[in-house]
């Protein structure tokens, strides 16, 4: 049983889709970041604080090496899992990797009022994205074995893809 990793910037959809996805497959749904909370008992943002970015990418790093492991689930990763190359050897060597990209103009509305994102409690969010987005999409490419657009797309016509891509394999 071959494992779903999606990955994408923050507001990408892939916590909805990877459950919308999960349940067609009939695969247990895993997010990274909420495998990360109930571990630590703490919430992502608590972690920012604490122990700075680098501190929650070494958590992460480590949650990405047990959960490629699992076969058959489909994994939701944090936007940011690419900016180890420890991660991106492990997703792409452990299951099919879905890009599910989406512009900076969705993700400003699709978070917005979300105040879970340490990286955008910023005056300038777009920027953040922006600059974000410029770094990370390379890399979310490099280890993609699917990419699609989720702009002004469904979740449903988005898990239909990826299910037409995995009914090819």
């Known amino acids: 049983m071959r494992n779903v990793f999606l990955i994408g ?3 990408a959809g892939k916590s909805t889709i990877g459950r919308l996805l999960a349940k067609e497959l009939k695969f247990p749904f895993k997010d ?4 990360i909370e109930v571990r630590t008992g703490a919430d992502i943002p ?8 680098e501190g929650f990418r070494q958590r992460e790093e480590a949650m990405i090496a ?3 492991l699992e076969r058959g689930i489909v994994l939701a990763t944090g936007g940011g899992v690419v900016m180890r190359s420890a991660n991106r050897v492990a997703l792409a060597a452990n299951g099919l990797v ?4 989406t512009s900076v103009d969705q993700q400003l509305q699709r978070t917005a009022k979300d105040r ?3 990286l955008l ?7 953040v994205l922006r600059d974000l987005m410029a770094r990370r999409d390379p890399l979310y490419r490099e280890i993609a074995d699917l990419i699609i657009e989720t702009d002004q797309r469904g979740p449903k016509v988005v898990v239909n893809t990826i299910l037409g ?5």
């Open 116 to 118: 879970q994102r340490p």
């Open 66 to 68: 047990e959960l490629v």
């Open 46 to 53: 608590w972690i920012f604080d604490v122990e700075g970015e």
């Open 9 to 11: 910037p923050m507001g």
């Open 32 to 35: 990274s970041d909420r495998e």
């Open 165 to 169: 891509k995995l009914q090819e394999d």
């Open 121 to 127: 409690q910023t005056p300038d969010p777009e920027a």
């Open 98 to 101: 879905v890009y599910l990209c």
